[in-house]
């Protein structure tokens, strides 16, 4: 199994649409979460980070935590084409030695007009 | 002003070949990574170090070496290259209390 699963998707919504992204893992120590959003050819940008559970929202950007679930979530309000790419789910656990950082395999998404 | 930038961007090369990659930061992070992304898309770690020490080595085959001359500045040298190297190689730099991690354009290394 996996630390860190995601559904690689694609998902395909209308313009417009809330979109749903989430994630499980299964190792308790992490404590800092992380969504990064990948165009194509270009590097990983962080777009939201959360420390421990609850919600965070950054514009039509909202990171959920739930940490007896062991779930995270990205919710997109009114999707836009330029949504369009790869959301991988990122998470830490503190240690005594640099910070790893687990991806999940990342949800392809395409906003259609 | 680019935060972490790479280079080069592309790099086709035979097997058997030895090639470096090198990347640099300008936020002031002490913490540079060296991560590798396959054809899946999957990132996996392969090296992180921190004000040029090496803190993390990830099971990666001694083919690849990273160098840290200065906390600015990880490059990547790969020695004897095999078809299984071709991949997307992204450099990051972070803040080492929480793991947020800043990442370069990437190096899109295929080998023949």
């Known amino acids: 199994q996996k630390e860190v699963e995601q559904d690689p998707g694609p998902l395909s919504v209308p313009e417009g649409a809330i979109v749903s992204l989430n994630c499980t893992y299964s190792n308790s120590a992490f404590q800092y979460f992380m969504w990064y959003r990948q165009y194509s050819r270009k590097g990983p940008e962080l777009l939201m980070y959360?420390?421990?559970?609850g919600n965070k929202e950054d514009g039509r950007f909202t990171a959920q935590v739930d940490k007896s679930s062991k779930y995270i979530s990205l919710f997109i309000r009114d999707s836009q084409p330029s949504d369009s790419a790869t959301y991988l789910c990122a998470m830490s656990a503190p240690t005594g030695g640099g910070n790893k950082l687990t991806f999940g395999t990342g949800t392809q998404l395409k906003v259609e007009l | 002003d680019t935060a972490v930038s790479q280079t080069p961007k592309y790099l086709v090369t035979q097997m058997g070949n030895d090639k470096s990659i090198k990347c640099e930061q300008n936020?002031?992070?002490?913490?540079m990574y060296w991560y590798k992304q396959d054809s899946k898309k999957f990132l996996k770690i392969m090296f992180s170090y921190n004000n040029k020490e090496l803190i993390i080595n990830e099971t990666v085959p001694n083919r690849f070496s990273p160098k840290s001359p200065d906390k600015a500045h990880l490059n990547l040298h790969i020695n004897s290259l095999e078809l299984g190297d071709s991949a997307v190689y992204f450099c990051?730099?972070?803040?080492?209390?929480?793991?947020?991690?800043?990442f370069g354009e990437g190096s899109r290394l295929t080998v023949l």
């Open positions: 990051a730099s972070g803040r080492e209390a929480t793991g947020e991690l800043f």
């Open positions: 959360t420390y421990s559970s």
């Open positions: 936020l002031g992070h002490d913490t």
